[in-house]
């Protein structure tokens, strides 16, 4: 079977969706300067700030997380004088790069963060039936080895996310780390610009003609978040056990120390399976009440890959 798919040809470079994760905020400012490395024949390619306002403040959000608000009942919401300011940015959003879930959004979003886990340059996918998207980590993953990239499948039943990126036919995260919030370091935002370069070097492959044959790729499935134990008044009384701080996408198996309290007591993982735990002490994540995130190593296949042929004869 083979999955024939309409040309990509137009793609979003999303930075500052969090105004202090400086990588994907300093890489758009830059290509919309200078898109020299970022042009494709036959596509366009639109690098955007996603959230300005937080960008100028250098913080995540101004009055609620932007990458947590695009789902119907935000993005249908009346514009009134109180609107949360990335409520009514979302609105804005949908209306230049969506409408989502409709034929004309863009084919394509990278929506560039950073986190303070310890987690590489990750990928982020949203749907495990996409064969252009796995096809295309397939492509990433092999362009940037032996270095690692992991890809984290946020697909779940009940977590739902309702990101920025989510207003796309096709929505990749990319989750580069670790680096500080307000922090710019150059080998973190060197991963970053590898991952989009090879990103949009698959995207014009596929546009060309190229096809590709069926492909198998390992992620990371998010399984559930875990937050800190906590006192009856929700304070947070054990902290990150040391053997797990900075171990992202390492085994996690029953018995292995997982918090510590400040009294020295270790409260180890139970579990009756082994997971793998990411976003690792992530600052962002305190207010969310996470301390990390499970997930379960799964295989994703993706059938073999080609434009559909009316599309490639008429282009």
Not at 14 to 37: K, M, P
Not at 119 to 132: A, C, K, P, Y
Not at 146 to 153: D, G, H, I, R, W
Request: hydrophobic share 35%; aromatic share 8%.
């Amino acid at each position: 079977m083979s999955s024939p798919c309409a040309p990509v040809r137009r793609v979003g470079l999303f930075g500052g969706t969090h105004g202090n994760e400086l990588s994907g905020v300093l890489l758009v400012r830059h290509w919309q300067q200078d898109g020299a490395e970022i042009q494709r024949a036959g596509v366009q390619v639109k690098p955007f700030l996603t959230n300005p306002r937080a960008v100028e403040r250098c913080t995540r959000y101004i009055d609620c997380d932007l990458n947590r608000v695009f789902d119907p009942e935000s993005l249908g919401r009346p514009v009134v004088e109180d609107i949360p300011y990335e409520v009514r940015r979302a609105q804005e959003i949908n209306h230049i790069f969506g409408p989502k879930g409709s034929d004309d959004a863009y084919d394509l979003i990278f929506d560039l963060h950073n986190t303070t886990s310890n987690m590489g340059g990750t990928i982020i996918l949203e749907n495990s039936r996409d064969d252009f998207t796995i096809q295309m980590v397939h492509y990433i993953k092999n362009a940037l080895a032996p270095e690692p990239c992991p890809a984290l499948l946020i697909e779940h039943p009940s977590l739902k996310y309702a990101t920025t990126r989510s207003v796309a036919k096709h929505p990749v995260g990319v989750e580069v780390g670790p680096q500080p919030q307000g922090v710019a370091r150059a080998d973190v935002l060197d991963k970053m610009r590898k991952i989009v370069k090879h990103g949009l070097d698959f995207v014009q492959l596929f546009n060309e003609g190229k096809e590709f044959p069926p492909c198998t790729i390992e992620v990371f499935k998010i399984m559930e978040k875990v937050d800190y134990p906590r006192n009856k008044n929700g304070e947070i009384i054990a902290i990150i056990h040391p053997k797990l701080q900075d171990q992202d996408w390492q085994p996690l198996k029953n018995g292995d120390p997982q918090f510590l309290t400040l009294d020295g007591e270790v409260i180890p993982y139970e579990g009756n399976c082994t997971v793998y735990p990411t976003f690792i002490n992530e600052a962002a994540y305190y207010e969310k009440k996470q301390a990390f995130v499970k997930t379960e190593k799964i295989k994703l296949t993706a059938k073999h890959l080609r434009l559909s042929v009316s599309e490639h004869s008429t282009s």
